[in-house]
């Protein structure tokens, strides 16, 4: 819980360095407010805190556990956002009070306009954040040098690993003041909780404080062994003992267990940061993707509140049965608000 709190209020910390407008101020105040009372209306009286920018569905590896149906799917090519675009949703009532916006696909540093992306977001007074798998890092270290971009999020996968080390340390040169979060997918596989400690010796070396462990998300009925649940006692002992070893040195976000009988039906990323594709295509959450213009489209008078969103939240808090995807998300199936402010 402290530490959760410490990252938040260093979150809240950059973004009053922003200056921000009081429009947004006033958004984040109101959410605080159903957040700490625990009352969320079926009309959310404030706009999207933060969203996903889907900046394209390419991607330049097609790694098998990808949560993430639309990569590489696009049969009419139309798959990037363009630059007229992202300008407009900066601008548009529905998404210009969110504080930070995140670029995420697919890979963002496949979109030639990611980086001129991030500097309008800075200008509209937004913290930015690139999930990216880090191999054209080395390519495109000129434009991060000179980059407002807050924070990259560096999936490690373990066939790209010596690629994505050696990017990691030229950016550490190149972009001193950019914050790293080092991300590894943790299963039941023992295998990844071996290559957990890899993960912590590159943080180590890299001086990296940032280390992000994601449960695994089971993509099927058949890889639902993979999950990580809450009756896994062996799996749990090992982040134990791993959070004593680690904890002091690193700010560690470690796997979260799903509920395998969840009590309470709730999801706050439905709550908080939808996804935004091209063409203004929208989604309530990064795996359940691609946006779809079927979902509404982002710029639709109060979207947020309109026809698909709002039943999608709805759906949490009834009798109705929550999209296949969400079934075994592990935000979800926490039951609750924990995971997300673990
Ligand atoms: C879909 S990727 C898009 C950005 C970029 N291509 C990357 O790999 O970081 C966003 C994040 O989702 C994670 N992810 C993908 N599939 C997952 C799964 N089945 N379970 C948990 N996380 C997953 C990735 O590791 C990455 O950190
Ligand atoms: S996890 Fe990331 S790198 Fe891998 S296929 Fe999906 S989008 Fe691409």
Excluded at 190 to 204: C, Q, V
Excluded at 242 to 268: A, K, N, S, T
């Amino acid at each position: 819980m402290l530490r959760a709190m410490h990252r938040y209020g260093v979150l809240a910390w950059r973004f009053a360095a922003l200056r921000p407008r009081p429009g947004q101020v006033l958004n984040l105040l109101t959410y605080a407010a159903c957040l700490t009372t625990g009352r969320f209306p079926r009309r959310l009286p404030y706009t999207p805190i933060t969203f996903g920018a889907h900046v394209t569905s390419r991607c330049n590896l097609k790694c098998v556990f990808c949560n993430n149906p639309g990569v590489n799917r696009d049969p009419r090519g139309q798959s990037d956002m363009t630059l007229e675009e992202f300008a407009a949703l900066l601008v548009h009532p529905n998404w210009r009070h969110a504080f930070r916006v995140s670029f995420t696909g697919g890979e963002p540093l496949l979109h030639p306009d990611v980086f001129t992306f991030a500097k309008l977001a800075r200008k509209h007074k937004k913290l930015t954040y690139m999930a990216t798998n880090g191999l054209l890092i080395g390519e495109r270290l000129d434009e991060f040098r000179t980059s407002p971009l807050d924070t990259i999020h560096l999936s490690l996968y373990a066939q790209h690993l010596d690629k994505q080390v050696d990017n990691l340390r030229q950016l550490r040169a190149a972009a001193p003041r950019l914050a790293v979060v080092l991300t590894q997918i943790v299963s039941t596989d023992r295998e990844s909780w071996k290559t957990m400690r890899d993960t912590m010796g590159i943080a180590a070396e890299l001086h990296v404080r940032n280390v992000l462990f994601m449960a695994y998300t089971p993509i099927s009925g058949h890889d639902l062994a993979l999950g990580y649940f809450d009756d896994h006692a062996e799996m749990a002992a090992y982040l134990r003992a791993f959070e004593q070893e680690f904890g002091r040195r690193f700010d560690l976000m470690l796997p979260i267990p799903m509920e395998r009988h969840p009590v309470r039906r709730f999801c706050m990323v439905a709550h908080t940061a939808p996804y935004v594709g091209p063409r203004g295509a929208i989604s309530p959450c990064c795996a359940i993707l691609p946006p779809s213009r079927s979902m509404g489209n982002a710029f639709d008078p109060d979207i947020w509140n309109q026809e698909f969103l709002y039943r999608f939240r709805r759906e949490f808090s009834s009798h109705f049965p929550v999209h296949p995807r969400c079934r075994h998300c592990p935000t979800y199936a926490q039951g609750s608000a924990k995971g997300f402010f673990a």
